[in-house]
T-cell receptor, first 114, second 112 residues
């Protein structure tokens, strides 16, 4: 077990709706990243949060937003859902520092947009 | 653009044999590489990592080799077991950025 927990594990939404996914990082980890993994593909970086601020963003539109809380937990919000948003959303936590700090993933939240 | 990719999408090995999964990367600025194992319906599981100042690193039944000259990374699994069946991803990280860039993955199937 990685100590990274995500909720919900599965959910179905309708196109145009909004969704919030949640993540609790491994104890002591102050950095949380979110990834989108489409079926049959590798995870794609969405953004990272460090000390409650966005600390890097991938090629995703502004309707993908996030939050990090003082306890380092995080939320991913997606507005105006599109069918292509159907994917596994992964949260990863790590300890900020020089490259080489191990990055651990949760089991993910499966989102289906219909 | 720069990316991390895998040579083979699928690999089948006999139980007990050694497995070698290869990965090519094109970003010479990458300084940290990680191998993840992902079983069906689960999140990526950390296997082993290596920094760019190393050529080889060994773990329990796994070895990662890094050849910076040809920008190649490999994962060797000794005495492959049925539980090793999964998709394996290599990922790269640059110290100036916190994101991981993943390849498309290799499906490893262990045959009885």
């Amino acid at each position: 077990e990685t100590g990274v927990t995500q909720s919900p594990t599965h959910l179905i939404k309708t196109r145009g709706q909004q969704v919030t996914l949640r993540c609790s990082s491994q104890s002591g980890h102050n950095t949380v990243s979110w990834y989108q993994q489409a079926l049959g593909q590798g995870p794609q970086f969405i953004f990272q949060y460090y000390r409650e601020e966005e600390n890097g963003r991938g090629n995703f539109p502004p309707r993908f937003s996030g939050l990090q809380f003082p306890n380092y937990s995080s939320e991913l919000n997606v507005n105006a859902l599109e069918l292509d948003d159907s994917a596994l959303y992964l949260c990863a936590s790590s300890l900020a520092g020089p490259a080489g700090n191990t990055i651990y993933f949760g089991e993910g939240s499966w989102l289906t947009v219909v | 653009g720069e990316s991390v990719g895998l040579h083979l999408p699928t690999l089948s090995v006999q139980e007990g044999d050694n497995s070698i999964i290869n990965c090519a990367y094109s970003n010479s600025a990458s300084d940290y590489f990680i191998w993840y194992k992902q079983e069906s319906g689960k999140g990526p599981q950390f296997i082993i990592d290596i920094r760019s100042n190393m050529d080889k690193r060994q773990g329990q039944r796994v070895t990662v080799l890094l050849n910076k000259t040809v920008k190649h990374l490999s994962l060797q699994i000794a005495a492959t077991q049925p539980g090793d069946s999964a998709v394996y991803f290599c990922a790269e990280n640059k110290s100036s950025a916190r994101q991981l860039t993943f390849g498309s993955g290799t499906q490893l199937t262990v045959l009885p």
